[in-house]
C-alpha cells in the first residue's frame, strides 16, 4: 500500500470513527432534545468538524477514485462549523444527522473494505 493510500485509509477511519461518535450521542434522541442540550449540539459539531478537517486531507486521487462521496461538501459544512458559528442553524445540522450522516457512513465503511 503506497503511503497516501495508507494516510487516506487512517482519515477515512477518522471519517469514521466520528460518524459513530455522532450516532452514538443521538441515538434515541428526537430534534427537541437535540435543540435543549449544548453538549450533545457541541459534540457533534466537533465531530463534523473532524470529518471535514479529515476529508480536506483525502488525497486527489483517492476523491477521484471515489466520486460518490461530496468531498467539497463536508469541506464546506466544516468550515461554516468552524468560521459561523453564530450563524449556525441546528435544526440543518439535525437533518445532517438524520439524513446525511448515515449514508455517509455507508459510503465510507464501502471504501474502508476497497482500499
Not at 49 to 64: C, D
Request: with cysteine; proline share 1%; aromatic share 8%.
Amino acid at each position: 500500500m503506497k503511503e497516501s493510500q495508507l494516510a487516506d485509509k487512517v482519515r477515512l477511519s477518522h471519517i469514521y470513527d466520528a460518524i459513530i461518535e455522532i450516532q452514538e450521542y443521538t441515538q434515541k434522541v428526537d430534534l427537541e432534545h437535540f435543540l435543549e442540550n449544548s453538549m450533545m449540539r457541541f459534540a457533534c459539531l466537533k465531530q463534523i468538524e473532524i470529518i471535514g478537517e479529515a476529508a480536506n486531507h483525502i488525497s486527489i486521487a483517492t476523491q477521484e477514485r471515489f466520486e460518490e462521496i461530496e468531498w467539497r461538501k463536508i469541506v464546506g459544512l466544516r468550515n461554516i462549523v468552524v468560521h459561523e458559528y453564530f450563524g449556525i442553524d441546528f435544526a440543518v445540522i439535525w437533518e445532517v444527522i438524520l439524513s446525511d450522516i448515515p449514508e455517509l457512513k455507508n459510503k465510507i465503511e464501502n471504501i474502508l473494505n476497497q482500499i
